[in-house]
């Protein structure tokens, strides 16, 4: 075991505690940890799928042990979290009554059923979703109307990404418009979690390498945002997620099966995890949340965090040099920084970011990506300015206002489309 991954267990220890059960054929376990909960279990998975066979065969072998009963059985969610399967799965609760909801997928599947769990028990005063996005919005109706807390979840994770097994964090997505909208509310944090690392070894590398780039998102985006209350967590989770994500990524890119680099990204992007509960994301995750259609969450996060890293320079050269190490140590920063500052040492940083995008064959700008249009620009602007999704320009360690967007977010998209970083404005 290196000594990064001591580090990551230590932070995961203090995070989670005996709340989640992580590492190397942990899945058996299950049974008993759905058990302290209830013995009436809804198990939600990809039962389609080849490659959750061996997984099924596991759980419900777990959960007979431990004496549960299975009330139902429903598929998983699509990518991004469709509203369809949120309501679908909201079906199955309505009528199977569990007790205990398994959820077991990427985060995806566990985001639909966590919201799904939020309205089943807010239904009858708000059979929409809409009205759960936002910050804290399911406990103010919970409290408001002396309800109990939502049906706990068990989350079984199985691919190395989101850490929507460990946070308050719900992603939606409305496919009509193709804007993914947010819940973040610390009464759909699943009770229970379980993640065994050597699923991952199982997963398409594309899925993988995705996750690996939001782990790193979470932990770079939170960092920058830090207030000074935080930053020294904040960065301590950050690098010790780097740590792991940057090497584990490179590695798993070579042999999608090496089980080192599924523990790797499995820490990494729980540290991940771990971040976005002690602060927030900010730019690239807002703008992701409007490229659904074009591109995976992770790759889309990975594609504009360069670019935000720069516009951040200015006012963040402490984080950028920590950050910037981290990239130096795992060679993908050849120059000398620690003599930099200000906007050169975020070009450096930005340039080492996008030089880990081409080592694992993802795109640096916007343009090369099949499908994305000027349109998906216009929507990010717009979707800036939605009140639901301001809190990720209050994260941003330059603050944004919806009358200042254009004029600063619209050239770090200009950017992005063009790879140019030179296009970035800096504000004064």
Not at 203 to 222: C, F
Not at 278 to 302: E, K, Q
Not at 398 to 405: G, K, N, Q, Y
Not at 413 to 420: F, I, K, M, Q, V
Request: charged content about 20%; aromatic content about 6%.
């Amino acid at each position: 075991m290196s000594e990064a991954e001591d580090r990551a267990k230590a932070l995961l220890a203090e995070f989670k505690g005996e709340d989640y059960v992580y590492g190397s054929k942990v899945l058996d376990q299950m049974g008993a940890v759905t058990a302290s909960l209830g013995k009436k279990a809804l198990v939600v998975g990809h039962f389609d799928s080849d490659w959750f066979a061996p997984m099924k065969e596991t759980i419900m072998a777990s959960l007979t042990e431990a004496d549960v009963e299975i009330v139902g059985m429903a598929n998983g969610a699509k990518p991004n979290a469709p509203f369809a399967d949120a309501y679908r799965l909201h079906s199955h609760i309505m009528h199977k009554k569990p007790e205990v909801i398994i959820a077991a997928g990427g985060g995806s599947t566990i985001d639909a059923c966590k919201c799904a769990a939020a309205l089943s028990r807010l239904g009858h005063i708000t059979p929409e979703i809409d009205p759960l996005f936002g910050v804290g919005e399911v406990s103010k109706l919970i409290d408001a109307n002396n309800l109990e807390p939502i049906i706990p979840i068990v989350a079984i994770m199985t691919s190395a990404s989101s850490g929507a097994h460990l946070t308050k964090y719900s992603n939606i997505t409305d496919m009509e418009s193709g804007q993914k909208k947010l819940i973040v509310d610390e009464a759909v944090i699943p009770p229970k979690a379980i993640f065994d690392y050597d699923i991952i070894a199982s997963q398409p590398i594309s899925l993988t390498q995705d996750g690996a780039l939001d782990g790193i998102a979470h932990a770079v985006e939170v960092y920058f945002g830090a207030a000074p209350e935080t930053e020294e967590k904040t960065c301590e989770i950050c690098e010790a997620a780097l740590d792991l994500l940057i090497p584990g990524v490179i590695k798993t890119t070579q042999d999608n099966k090496d089980l080192e680099a599924a523990r790797m990204l499995g820490l990494g992007t729980d540290l991940g995890g771990y971040a976005i509960m002690v602060g927030g994301t900010n730019g690239p995750h807002l703008n992701s949340f409007s490229m659904v259609d074009v591109l995976p969450h992770g790759r889309a996060c990975a594609l504009m965090l360069p670019y935000y890293a720069l516009f951040f320079a200015p006012v963040s050269e402490k984080k950028l040099l920590n950050i910037g190490n981290v990239y130096k140590k795992h060679g993908l920063i050849t120059q000398d920084i620690s003599n930099l500052t200000g906007r050169d040492l975020g070009m450096a940083v930005a340039q080492g970011m996008l030089e880990l995008s081409k080592k694992i064959g993802f795109p640096a700008k916007l343009a090369d990506v099949e499908g994305v249009s000027r349109e998906h620009v216009d929507r990010c602007l717009s979707a800036a300015k939605n009140p639901v999704l301001e809190m990720k320009l209050r994260n941003m360690p330059v603050p944004l206002s919806a009358d200042l967007v254009d004029e600063y977010m619209g050239p770090i998209l200009e950017a992005a489309w063009n790879g140019d970083l030179n296009r970035i404005k800096n504000m004064d």
